[in-house]
């Protein structure tokens, strides 16, 4: 059974950096898309980044476009999502969870993904 485990977020100033890592166990990773999404508080979980087992990415969220970037390494069994530029609405608890196709949704349906990880925490504040 495919896990996901969530790592690299933590409190950050407006304007600077992280790099969020998915690593994955259980199960091959490359039949595998996987999703980024994120939770603010009191707010729906949203669909942030696709990657598919190919690297082609898919974006959910106009926001984020030009500051963060998704990639994966099969090899080490790892997704990352980069983030730059980051602004206190990007605070979020941060997830990664795999689709059941190779290739990313067009809607990042939450029901559409399975193997949720437990989320890491990032806060944008200064």
């Known amino acids: 059974q495919l896990q996901l485990v969530e790592s690299g977020g933590g409190l950050v100033q407006p304007g600077g950096s992280l790099r969020l890592s998915c690593a994955a166990s259980?199960?091959?990773?490359?039949?595998?898309?996987i999703g980024w999404f994120r939770q603010a508080p009191g707010k729906e979980r949203e669909g942030v980044l696709c990657?598919?087992?190919?690297?082609?990415?898919?974006n959910y969220v106009d926001s984020v476009k030009g500051r963060f970037t998704i990639s994966r390494d099969n090899a080490k069994m790892t997704v990352y999502l980069q983030m730059n530029s980051l602004k206190p609405e990007d605070t979020a608890v941060y997830y990664c969870?795999?689709?059941?196709?190779?290739?990313?949704?067009?809607?990042?349906?939450?029901?559409?993904?399975?193997?949720w990880g437990q989320g890491t925490q990032v806060t944008v504040s200064s």
């Open positions: 969870a795999a689709y059941g196709a190779s290739w990313c949704p067009g809607l990042a349906k939450e029901s559409y993904f399975s193997s």
């Open positions: 259980g199960f091959t990773l490359d039949y595998y898309a």
């Open positions: 990657i598919s087992e190919s690297g082609e990415p898919t």
